[in-house]
T-cell receptor, first 112, second 114 residues
Framework: AQTVTQSQPEMSVQEAETVTLSCTYD???????LFWYKQPPSRQMILVIR??????QNATENRFSVNFQKAAKSFSLKISDSQLGDAAMYFC?????????FGKGTRLHILP | EAGVVQSPRYKIIEKKQPVAFWCNPI?????LYWYRQNLGQGPELLIR????????DSQLPKDRFSAERLKGVDSTLKIQPAELGDSAVYLC????????????FGPGTRLTVL
């Protein structure tokens, strides 16, 4: 069975600094997708970044980038130049067309 | 484009009462998901629809939970009777087609069972 592990329940980072959130997963599949979602205190979850497992190139979206290590089954999220608006719960998710598993999340605090 | 709409936003009921949640996905999205999110946890999938067909309901407690997606558009999730342990946020999400696509989430319904 697939599992997704986020080993950091909470993290803090100084505003304008860089922080990395970790995510590991366990699967025997070769074709899948990985996502990072952000859930601010208002509760509505939104996409941060998406990675296709068949692509070796790491996905980037402005200040957000991932370090995807397929062999190690690792999918970490790096947030550069942290901003107060980045404070939220971050969830890592593993999916195929027919299955989706979320991690338990990491709460990120931004210190002014 | 309009996002995923859910109602109600909050619901407080006594145990053994029935409750229903409604979701209207983004227009044109074939896949609809219902999740339960307990406090401090990640979403747990309850049921997934492809159009009007429930293709994964393995985690849906079928003795008390039911769902429908008539005409492959909006959906209703029902609990009858509710138990104390059902207190959670119920999230609805939709995607264009399947798990490979980005999911768009609604604001959720916070259910409190007293």
């Amino acid at each position: 069975a697939q599992t997704v592990t986020q080993s950091q329940p909470e993290m803090s980072v100084q505003e304008a600094e860089t922080v990395t959130l970790s995510c590991t997963y366990d699967t025997s599949e070769s074709d899948y997708y990985l996502f990072w979602y952000k859930q601010p205190p208002s509760r509505q979850m939104i996409l941060v970044i998406r990675q296709e497992a068949y692509k070796q190139q790491n996905a980037t979206e402005n200040r957000f980038s991932v370090n995807f290590q397929k062999a190690a089954k690792s999918f970490s999220l790096k947030i550069s130049d942290s901003q107060l608006g980045d404070a939220a719960m971050y969830f890592c998710a593993w999916t195929r067309d027919d299955k989706i598993i979320f991690g338990k999340g990491t709460r990120l605090h931004i210190l002014p | 484009e309009a996002g995923v709409v859910q109602s109600p936003r909050y619901k407080i009921i006594e145990k053994k009462q029935p409750v229903a949640f409604w979701c209207n996905p983004i227009s044109g999205h074939n896949t609809l998901y219902w999740y339960r999110q307990n406090l401090g946890q990640g979403p747990e999938l309850l049921i997934r629809y492809e159009n009007e067909e429930a293709v994964d309901d393995s985690q849906l407690p079928k003795d008390r939970f039911s769902a429908e997606r008539l005409k492959g558009v909006d959906s209703t999730l029902k609990i009858q009777p509710a138990e104390l342990g059902d207190s959670a946020v119920y999230l609805c999400a939709s995607s264009h087609f399947g798990g490979r696509d980005t999911q768009y989430f609604g604001p959720g319904t916070r259910l409190t069972v007293l």
